[in-house]
């Protein structure tokens, strides 16, 4: 009863239905009269023609039996007239009994009472016991990045939707999800707003103002990070009452600039743990190509730890006799001056003074060019719109108009003599082929690509880019960054640090009794207790209760680590 309850009150308050149900019945009461008129012209026929006399309900049946279809039994006519009555009867019988109002009710009954169901699936509301949540305004490819890592932390989100087809299909995908309109206050009132930990407003950058004044309105105190696509809207995000506004493309394109080899070699800060800075180092044109780790001597020397190597976007655990290649970049660990005095080290070594090769140069094309522009490094630009090329031109050093597949083109622009190529294109399948193809031409050059699919992100690498970056991902960390009070730490597609408590059955174990790395295939880089951070680790070095273990690596290493050392049963 409950059920044809919820029903009859979705059909009595849509203003949809209340209209097809007056066509419905105006078409009911048209077929009745039909019938009647058919009926009593049975009965003229058959007192009249065929000398028979039969009741109204004969009439009645006579007629329904040949508007339908179920065919002629016990009463038939015998004459031409009565026969051509019947044919008439059966044609139109056939149009408004088999296809009018089968088409009228699944039109006006049965699509109503899916889309009842479909509505009834999708919440509209929170429960109020729902707190300390986290709201996204859409689901982007920054959201799907950052539900992987909710879900891994246990963190409650719910994406919110306008849509009710597309909100049908996250929901069916596992999804949380709110439906509402973005630009309406109820929605974001019945979202739990006020108590939320956190908004995301990721729509474009109009929708966007829009949405962050609505949120001010009812919830003067909720944190709200917002997503910038042009430089000009960080300002009016900012004014009208934004916490946080992440211009993620300016962002990708100097976080790409930022990992090309044109200078020195030297260490790059990319993330910050506590007071200490994680760095890296490319070993490329430097002495420390062939060495082993040991005889490195970083840390004798400088004080500073290697933690990890990466090569080509794979980390490699850190072993004393690992030999380095130019194609490794060592990831450090130390102070501020710690590193200025690596850096040091290497001021003697010639470096390749030709231009950064950079192919795109839409938005996070001309934010690599600023950047490059604004450390004095020589850049080559390789884009197809005259436009772009024009805007360029004054950040460029010169500016190609034409198809980077182009061989002749690519060869002018100086793909043999650069030190680093950076691809920028929003296409991934053509970073893919010009991160191939620039291999072949170039073995030493050093490959920078944006992404933005993951399932990609192998195959770029496999066809020969050494650093991979997607705006998704640095959307996703700046996020969790600012969720978490942290700073944000870029260290690669897929390569994430991880902070956890140390598990109970850890406790008292050292790292080689641990397992961890052989397990689980991240890295330990650090390990706090108290307020003293330890990064001068080795296998003996113990893992105390209580403390904080800091990690590289993947989701699905952090998964795996989960699984054997916390989700115990």
């Known amino acids: 009863m409950k059920f044809v309850g919820s029903q009859l009150a979705y059909y009595l308050n849509d203003k949809d239905f209340k209209r097809n149900s007056r066509l419905l019945l105006k078409y009911v009461i048209l077929l009745g009269v039909v019938i009647s008129i058919y009926s009593m012209l049975f009965h003229i026929i058959m007192v009249k023609v065929e000398g028979q006399d039969h009741s109204w309900i004969t009439g009645f049946y006579w007629t329904l039996t040949v508007m339908s279809t179920l065919g002629f039994g016990d009463i038939t006519f015998q004459s031409d007239i009565g026969r051509l009555f019947s044919i008439v009867v059966l044609l139109s019988g056939i149009v408004m009994l088999l296809i009018v109002l089968p088409f009228a009710f699944i039109r006006h009954f049965y699509i109503p009472f899916l889309k009842s169901q479909s509505n009834k699936r999708v919440p509209r509301q929170l429960s109020p016991g729902v707190t300390g949540h986290i709201l996204l305004c859409s689901y982007d490819v920054i959201a ?138 490319p070993v490329l044109n430097t002495p420390l190509v062939s060495k082993t780790i040991r005889e490195t001597g970083l840390r004798q020397k400088f004080g500073v730890s290697i933690v990890a190597i990466n090569e080509r976007g794979r980390l490699k655990p850190v072993q004393s006799d690992l030999k380095l290649t130019y194609e490794s970049v060592l990831i450090l660990i130390g102070n501020k001056d710690q590193l200025e005095n690596v850096d040091e080290l290497f001021q003697d070594y010639n470096i390749n003074p030709n231009p950064v090769l950079l192919i795109g140069g839409g938005k996070v094309g001309i934010a690599v060019a600023e950047s490059l522009h604004k450390n004095g490094i020589l850049v080559n630009l390789i884009d197809k719109d005259p436009e772009i090329c024009e805007r360029a031109r004054p950040l460029c050093h ?52 944006r992404i933005s699919e993951a399932r990609n992100i192998n195959i770029i690498l496999r066809a020969g880019a050494n650093f991979v970056l997607s705006y998704g991902t640095l959307g996703s960390e700046a996020v969790l960054s600012i969720a978490k009070g942290q700073e944000l730490n870029v260290l690669g597609e897929g390569i994430m640090l991880f902070r956890t408590g140390i598990p109970q059955r850890l406790a008292g174990k050292s790292l080689a009794e641990s397992g961890i790395g052989a397990k689980t295939g991240l890295t330990v880089i650090a390990i706090k207790e108290n307020s003293k951070v330890l990064t001068l680790l080795s296998a003996a070095t113990e893992l105390p209760a209580g403390a904080e273990i800091v990690m590289l690596g993947n989701i699905d290493m952090m998964n795996k680590f989960n699984e054997i050392y916390i989700d115990v049963h």
């Not at 963190?155 to 306008?162: D, G, I, Q, S, W």
């Not at 299909?169 to 939320?196: C, H, M, R, S």
């Not at 003599?417 to 291999?439: G, H, K, Q, W």
């Open 144 to 281: 799907r990045d950052l539900s992987e890592r909710f879900d891994q932390e246990k963190t409650p989100y719910f994406v919110l939707e306008n849509d009710l087809a597309t909100a049908l299909q996250y929901l069916d995908e596992g999804v949380p999800i709110v439906l509402g309109e973005l630009d309406n206050k109820d929605t974001y009132i019945n979202a739990n707003i006020k108590v939320a930990k956190l908004i995301v407003v990721n729509r474009d950058d109009i929708l966007n103002t829009k949405i962050i004044l609505i949120i001010r309105e009812i919830a003067p105190s909720v944190p709200i990070v917002a997503i910038a696509t042009d430089n000009e809207s960080i300002d009016v995000q900012e004014l009208s009452g934004a916490d946080h506004v992440l211009p993620l493309k300016r962002w990708l394109g100097e976080q790409l600039a930022n990992r090309v080899n044109a200078r020195h070699a030297r260490s790059q800060p990319i993330g910050q743990y506590e007071d200490l800075f994680i760095a890296e180092l």
């Open 398 to 449: 010169k500016v190609f108009q034409g198809r980077a597949s182009d061989y002749d083109l690519l060869i002018k622009a100086g793909i043999l003599e650069s030190p680093s190529i950076v691809l920028s294109t929003n296409d991934d399948t053509m970073n893919i082929y010009l991160a191939s193809y620039c291999r072949q031409l170039n073995k030493e050059l050093r490959i920078v690509s």
